[in-house]
């Protein structure tokens, strides 16, 4: 193992000009914490706000990145040898400490999530935060086959891959989009009624669940075209996090649920990544990757998916 490595550095709150690549040391294995070698990067909205400084508790300078898959490199747990193939997702990564966008991570064992698999690496990393937000917010809601489901910000990473493992439990799926030019990746994902969402949403039907990625802006409009009784997950904020002048029992239908999800509640689970990856294998979910980016094209990357360019995920590889 080198004793430097190069890593993607936010140097302060701004633009994507605030990422700088770096020489920096390899950081040293400790007791409770195993060193990966990082072989790909998901990009997440959630890193965005971060660089543009909307994370208050972040000290900068810091490595960005809530998740990053690769090999174990070095370890004091026995679980956890040397060539082992890990995720990590969350649990600060990126945030209190130093994070995926870099060769090398420090990162708490408790993160990582050892898994087994044929997949390429830049698929590989495309997975993790997006498919376990998209199979924790389905499981939110509690979706049965035969049910119909509306996705609000149906482009986005977790967007498609809702879709696609809704699609593959039998659920009819309509999705909304912003731009027409992006409405045959949601074909792709299995989309039976692309919606875009310029005005009013005329509905093929009256959805029984509806998954919000989009947030704040939506969340009561999507109260009210949910069917009475049906359910609405928040698991996205595309368009902020805070409701102005939220009134619950004025907005919320007598019988509807509102309810959300946090990605964090995912962290180390271990058992349905495997499985997700076991389904990408097979063809069943797609990996819905966008674009893979180098690490010295980081700030390019950002630019990409501040701009709103992406049709899923972007990935980093270092």
Known sequence: MSTTMRAAVCVGAGGPEVLEVRDL?????????SVVRVQGAGLNR???RTRQGHSPDVRFPRVLGIECVGVVAASTDPALPAGTTVAAVMGEMGREFDGGYAEYALLPDAL?????????????????ETYLTAQGALDALGIEAGTRLLIRGGTSSVGLAAASIAGGHGVEIASTTRRPDKAGALTAAGVSHVLIDDGPLELPWVPDYVLD?????????????VRRGGTVCVAGSLSGWSIADF???AMIPSGTRLTAFHSKDMKGRTD?????VGEVEAGVYRPNVDRVFGLDEVVEAHRYMEEDRASGKLVVVP
């Open 112 to 128: 990582l999530m050892p898994i087994t698999t044929t997949l390429s690496w830049d698929v590989l990393a495309a997975l993790p």
């Open 247 to 249: 009134q619950p029992v």
């Open 272 to 276: 349905v990544l495997q499985r997700i």
């Open 46 to 48: 959630s890193e965005l």
């Open 25 to 33: 040391p390899v950081p040293a294995v400790r007791a409770g914490w």
């Open 213 to 225: 990625l989009v947030g704040a802006r939506t969340a009561v409009d999507s109260l009210s075209l």
